[in-house]
């Protein structure tokens, strides 16, 4: 599901997306998809297709940041997914924090 999220993201012109394995990091999850948008906007846009994408599959158990768009946090229990505006990704830096974190690969199907 972690995969699919990444893939939807990617698909919706998200930049930088990343899956990080943080299983055994910690208990919050077992993965993080992490993305960029360049303003609130596309943030929210993005954020919808997750939900719409997932919809069939899952539902989040949380989501937050939806009305500011600067950072946006879907938990999915195992996974969640975080769509950053560029300036706040480097900001917080989540892969500098969890720089231990395996990266997952994931394919767009052509």
Known sequence: MAKAAARILDEGKATNVVILEVQGLTLIADYFVI?????QRHGRALADRVLEGLSDKREPDHIEGYEGGLWILMDYGDFIVH??????????????LWG????VAFATPE
């Not at 993305?35 to 303003?39: F, G, I």
């Not at 231990?100 to 990266?103: F, G, L, N």
């Open 35 to 39: 993305a960029s948008v360049s303003n």
């Open 83 to 96: 769509v950053f505006r560029e300036q706040e990704r480097a900001f917080y830096g989540l892969e500098r």
């Open 100 to 103: 231990d974190a395996p990266r």
